[in-house]
């Protein structure tokens, strides 16, 4: 197994080499510093996760959209202010939903006995492929059960097409139908009267509102200094 999943990653897990759009110093003034921040900035993307990968203007999905669009928000907004403060409620609030989530199937990887690999198996880059995928209609419908028949998502939107890829992965590993499995013991669906859990449900219109009043604001502000 240790071989076969070491096989998976040189095929699915993106090079750390990746082209960088801008233009980086052949000798940075403090390396490591360099590195740290690079580091820091690909834990910042897994963190933001956009829930379609391959979705470089990150506004194919709602909620791709609305975080986004928060994030923009805040870096026009001066730094602890009360608007500032409100968006970074909003973005952790997504933030933590896409965790809760990610949790969710951690727990059930490691069940399988899969401690060290949980992460690796549950990191998907913004530039992972689909084409790449090796039996996606296989993972296609598996997710569709696990959205369906579990309670591992957490709302009744489509869910992300990041555990499609990873999916992939289970199938190709031959664990995937434990993994259901283990998904409809651990995670049986909901009854219609249960509660969501808090935390869980966003509202979707209402933060799109609020970063549509929030931009509003800043060009308003813009054209006032313009002004001046």
């Not at 933060?207 to 509003?216: D, F, I, K, T, Y």
Request: glycine share 4%; proline share 6%.
């Amino acid at each position: 197994m240790g071989l076969v999943f070491r096989k998976l990653c040189c095929c699915c897990c993106p090079a750390d080499n990746d082209d960088d759009d801008e233009k980086q110093p052949l000798v940075p003034q403090d390396p490591l510093e360099y590195f740290n921040r690079e580091v820091q900035k690909r834990r910042d993307e897994e963190t933001n996760l956009w829930s379609e990968p391959g979705d470089p203007s990150h506004s194919e999905r709602d909620d791709d959209r609305v975080l986004y669009g928060l994030l923009q928000a805040r870096t026009k907004t001066r730094m602890g202010s009360t608007g500032y403060r409100r968006l970074s409620v909003d973005i952790e609030a997504m933030r933590d939903t896409r965790r809760e989530v990610r949790e969710k199937w951690k727990q059930i990887l490691e069940n399988l006995g899969f401690m060290a690999e949980a992460d690796s198996l549950l990191t998907v880059s913004a530039g992972a492929s689909h084409d790449r995928m090796r039996n996606a209609p296989a993972a296609r419908d598996l997710l569709h059960t696990l959205h369906t028949e579990t309670s591992l998502f957490s709302n009744k939107e489509p869910p992300p097409e990041r555990y499609l890829l990873i999916l992939d992965r289970l199938v190709y590993l031959d664990i995937a139908e434990d993994f259901l499995a283990k998904a409809k013991r651990f995670y049986p669906p909901r009854d219609d009267s249960d509660e969501e859990v808090p935390g869980l449900a966003i509202n979707l219109p209402l933060l799109m509102a609020r970063v549509e009043a929030m931009n509003g604001r800043a060009t308003e502000e813009d054209e006032s200094e313009r002004d001046d």
